[in-house]
């Protein structure tokens, strides 16, 4: 951190980024973003890989996060800037490829799953006020308004932007919360089928089998804490708090999985679960048909709209923290001087991202193209954990036990490889848009040559 804030003054005087977030903060930060799209979205989905043991595949998915997280706090605490594992990649292989790339697929599954959530938002909106706004042209302005909306709470300041947060987080899980509560309510009052919950049907595939193809599926709901090591300029004392409050936002968020999980196969077949794409909201039309369910949708909406804003915030900053490393071009690190913010990284996002609701649209097969993205991010970070344990720093910092990155980057790998029976569209869709990278990295690559000098040296 002291090289990093040494080259501000000796280089370009650039105005660092504000230190806002606390513990509190943070907490939520973490939460929101992993109780985002993936746990009202998914359920259902993973429910018809093994039936209504749906709850399995989510534990799994938890523990093989909690395992990186670890490797993350290590990182976090030890390189407490922004960037997160491109910045932890570039430093332990000084690989401008390879850092390049990484950070162009941590950016990639950012940015498809804000596009995609803005449009889901879009559509959610129309429902929930009875618009007719076709499945084309309006859904696609309503989404790029939110999009510009999202971009302007994010170039405000980052203060609004993580109070916009503390309030949709807040939004999401009471929505998770009633979800929870109905099913309390079934179980003591015999309403539903809380035998479902031991039941494996993973129709031609064995019961591990059908747990490996779910995970792979369930882990794009579990993903997210890593957008918090990229705020990491932004927090008070980020090597003290990240430890406890990463752990106690994982732990809290896989509590809420669980619970959730369970009480939608109990209220719910696992047939009709898997039918649509709002299984909370056909859980609460089910366990409580009192229930306003117009209500619920606005809280669907609202869970959406936060993912949105958290992936928006993490792309800003992953370019802010890698223009800083001289990894692409310098200017995507300026900052507003006044507002503190990473205001032209924040617009080349928005734009990136406006370009993928207008000509793009809804991906098939999202969540399991970011989840697969990201789990080879996380098979580079917890390889790159060891590599960096040759580095040390001045400061105290986190350390993992070294048997945790270890299997960090046995299981991650594992995930990656078509072992999984993962749909093989996945693979085409990261393909793409891996391509569109190296491509970026040709055009750009001649003039960072010229700019480029090492971190740390």
């Given at each position: 951190m002291a090289e990093f804030?040494?080259?501000?003054?000796?280089?370009?005087?650039?105005?660092?980024?504000?230190r806002v977030m606390g513990p509190g903060l943070l907490l939520l930060f973490v939460v929101g973003d992993i109780l985002g799209t993936g746990i009202y979205a998914l359920t259902g989905k993973v429910a018809g890989y093994v039936g209504g043991a749906v709850w399995v595949p989510f534990v799994v998915a938890f523990l093989i996060a909690l395992i990186t997280g670890f490797s993350y706090l290590e990182l976090v605490t030890k390189y407490p800037d922004a960037a997160g594992a491109a910045l932890y990649?570039?430093?332990a292989f000084r690989i401008q490829f390879l850092t390049f790339m990484v950070a162009f697929a941590v950016l990639s599954s950012g940015l498809t799953?804000?596009?995609?959530?803005?449009?889901?938002?879009?559509?959610?909106?129309?429902?929930?006020?009875?618009?007719?706004?076709?499945?084309?042209?309006?859904?696609t302005a309503v989404a790029v308004a939110f999009m510009v909306l999202v971009s302007v709470v994010n170039l405000r300041g980052v203060s609004e932007s993580l109070w916009a947060n503390v309030v949709l987080t807040c939004v999401?899980?009471?929505?998770?919360?009633?979800?929870?509560?109905i099913g309390l309510w079934a179980l003591g009052f015999g309403d539903g089928d809380f035998g479902r919950v031991t039941d494996f049907d993973t129709g031609d595939r064995t019961a591990?089998?059908?747990?490996?193809?779910?995970?792979?599926?369930?882990?794009?709901?579990?993903?997210?804490?890593?957008?918090?090591?990229?705020m990491a300029e932004e927090c008070k004392e980020?090597?003290?708090?990240?430890?406890?409050?990463?752990?106690?936002?994982l732990l809290i968020t896989g509590v809420f999985y669980v619970l959730v999980s369970i009480t939608s196969v109990a209220l719910v077949p696992v047939g009709e679960l898997g039918a649509g794409d709002t299984p909370l909201l056909r859980v609460v039309e089910i366990g409580a048909p009192a229930f306003p369910t117009r209500i619920f949708a606005f809280i669907t909406m609202f869970a959406l709209a936060n993912t949105a804003l958290i992936n928006m915030m993490m792309a800003g900053r992953l370019l802010y923290g890698m223009a800083r490393q001289g990894v692409v071009p310098r200017a995507l690190g300026r900052v507003h001087r006044r507002r503190r913010t990473p205001w032209v990284a924040i617009v080349f996002t928005a734009l990136l991202a406006i370009g993928l609701i207008t000509f793009v649209g809804a991906v098939p097969e999202l969540g399991g193209t970011t989840a697969l993205l990201l789990l080879a991010v996380f098979t580079v970070v917890n390889v790159v954990v060891l590599v960096l344990r040759r580095d040390p720093v001045p400061h105290n910092h986190f350390r993992t036990p070294t048997i945790l990155p270890v299997a960090g980057a046995l299981a991650c790998?594992?995930?990656v490889t078509p072992f999984t029976d993962r749909n093989p569209e996945q693979y085409a869709i990261a393909a793409v848009l891996l391509g569109v990278g190296v491509v970026l990295w040709a055009v750009t690559h001649p003039a960072l040559l010229r700019r480029l000098r090492p971190v740390g040296r």
């Open positions: 804030a040494a080259e501000q003054s000796e280089g370009s005087a650039e105005p660092s980024l504000k990649t570039h430093k799953s804000a596009s995609t959530g803005a449009r889901a938002f879009a559509a959610n909106f129309a429902e929930a006020f009875h618009l007719d706004l076709g499945a084309g042209i309006g859904i999401e899980v009471s929505g998770l919360l009633i979800v929870v509560g591990l089998g059908g747990v490996i193809v779910a995970t792979t599926l369930s882990f794009y709901a579990m993903v997210g804490f890593e957008d918090s090591v990229n980020p090597s003290r708090i990240f430890p406890r409050i990463l752990i106690a936002g790998g594992f995930l």
